[in-house]
């Protein structure tokens, strides 16, 4: 049986799409930005406030603001309605991100699915970001599901 | 016997629980548990066997499906091949007469969930289209409603006349056993047992929540 | 003060709770740290015109603020990986309360896997999700 939202065929969309790269971006970890989001939310573990400490270092979800603009791929069909509200974010952490890094993240479409709940019915869009650092090592992967009203 | 007739695993998108650690859990913190059922969403999950943790726990582990329908959500007890063949598990606009009429057919028992949550709870759909005449059973406490849901569905239970079981929708390991379903019976072993013990109405809901702890400090 | 090492740590541990300050002066502040600073996060009339009670604590926010109870339970660990879902709005200048407990523990790797909640002030649960940590050798 066809799964559908509005016109998208979402066992289509996610055959097609998922998978595919569609950003290609840089991104230069400022060190007040690291050190005023740390105190925002109320962190006392010096490596993330203290810019003089040997092992200073971004929160580890920092890397979840890093948005080049882009949201979907050129040619991405008009799933759901709206701009999506945040449906959850997954970090993983490889590595610590110092002061003064460039960053370079890839964005490929991870998932596309729909469900049912409190809000009605909802299609998810899974985003993942891998940022590398400029050795080429992996520091951060963000799994982003980006839910939208179908 | 006491199980729980609603969790999720890893092997639903938005269950964050390894099946281990549920069992570890039950029994490290004592929970009153003699088993549980894991409803996977939109799905049945024929591949997984947990027969080992079953012996290492001295728990009943058994699969269900929680299946999607113009009526909201609804569990279904006693999947098996023929089933699987009724009707695509991954629809999330199934007719629930579809499910309900698949699953008495097939030897299985299907439930709604959750019902007196607002739009996949099956009384909000009452307000809208009416009742379904073959509905004879719902879970009236469930571990993932806000408050005033399970008072709506304890209540329309009630006008209905339908029986109800609790579940504790746990989707993460920690809030296993917070409702569960309290059987006559203390001699469950399969999964077919208990689609008989639940046709037989010889259960009931319980909560164990657990009491919440004044701990919290402002950083 | 004694530093929790892995050796301390049992599943079914409970987190000391906390209660984060999710002021509208932490929150633009990290608002603007994100460079985030959207009307639904920062202005609580701007938010009502949208449809919510109030303005809303950004999810990545609610992610940072239990990074940070988990590095006051266990100062110097590494959180390796973070899992949140964002079920259910959480107000700005509500009252609003995280909890965890440790569902998991890997002596090999000494990491320990936890689950994390975020309940807002009417008792909604607000973030759900897990984290693996790990403790140093």
């Known amino acids: 049986m066809a799964e559908s939202s509005g016109s998208v065929d979402i066992a289509e969309a996610r055959a097609e799409w998922v998978g595919v790269e569609f950003d290609w971006a840089e991104f230069t970890i400022d060190k007040d930005a690291m050190i005023q989001w740390a105190l925002a939310c109320g962190e006392t573990d010096e490596r993330f406030i203290d810019p003089l400490h040997s092992d200073f270092q971004a929160h580890p979800s920092f890397t979840t603001h890093c948005m080049s603009g882009r949201l979907f791929p050129k040619n991405f069909p008009q799933i759901g309605g709206g701009f999506g509200i945040d449906g959850g974010k997954t970090v993983t952490a490889h590595l610590p991100i110092r002061a003064g890094a460039t960053l370079s993240a890839i964005t490929t479409i991870a998932d596309i699915f729909d469900k049912t709940g409190r809000s009605g019915t909802m299609v998810f869009i899974v985003q993942r970001m891998e940022f590398k650092d400029e050795t080429g090592a992996l520091v951060s992967t963000v799994d982003w599901k980006m839910i939208k009203k179908a | 016997m006491i199980l729980d007739l609603h969790t999720h695993s890893i092997k639903s998108d938005d269950g964050r629980a390894k099946v281990e650690n549920y069992c570890k859990w039950i029994r490290k913190k004592e929970i009153p548990l003699d088993g549980f059922v894991l409803t996977e969403h939109r799905q049945y999950d024929s591949e997984s066997d947990y027969r080992a943790l079953e012996d290492e726990y001295n728990l009943l582990i058994l699969k269900a499906s929680e299946v999607e329908t113009d009526y909201g959500h609804v569990l279904v007890f006693g999947v098996n091949e023929d089933l699987l063949h009724s009707f695509d598990f991954a629809n999330i606009r199934l007719p629930i007469q579809t499910v309900l009429n698949a699953a008495k057919e097939n030897g299985a028992f299907a439930a709604p969930c959750h019902p007196g949550r607002k739009r996949v709870g099956l009384f909000s759909h009452y307000e809208l289209s009416g009742p379904i005449s073959d509905v004879h059973t719902v879970e009236v406490f469930n571990g993932g409603s806000i408050p005033g849901e399970d008072e709506l569905s304890v209540k329309q239970a009630a006008i209905h006349g339908y029986k109800g079981f609790g579940g504790s929708d746990s989707h993460v390991v920690s809030r296993i056993g917070y409702c569960a379903t309290t059987f006559e019976s203390d001699s469950i072993t399969t999964v077919e047992g208990l689609v008989g013990e639940l046709q037989s109405g010889s259960f009931g809901p319980i909560s164990l929540r657990p009491e919440p702890k004044n701990t919290t400090t402002e950083p | ?137």
């Open chain 3, 1 to 137: 003060m004694k530093v929790l090492s892995y050796d301390d740590v049992e599943l079914g541990d409970d987190l000391p709770g906390e209660i984060p300050d999710v002021s509208m002066l932490k929150v633009t502040a990290f608002c603007t740290a994100a460079k985030h600073v959207f009307e639904r996060f920062v202005d609580h009339e701007a938010a009502r015109k949208e449809g919510f009670p109030a303005a809303i604590v950004p999810g990545i926010m609610s992610q940072s603020l239990l990074l940070a109870m988990i590095h006051r339970w266990a100062p110097g660990c590494t959180v390796r990986k973070i899992d949140t879902v964002f079920r259910g709005t959480l107000l700005v200048d509500s009252k609003v309360t995280m909890s965890g407990a440790v569902t998991d523990t890997d002596d090999s790797a000494r990491t320990v896997e936890v689950d994390l909640v975020i309940t807002a002030e009417d008792g909604r649960t607000g973030v759900i999700g897990t984290a693996v940590i790990e403790f140093q050798a």
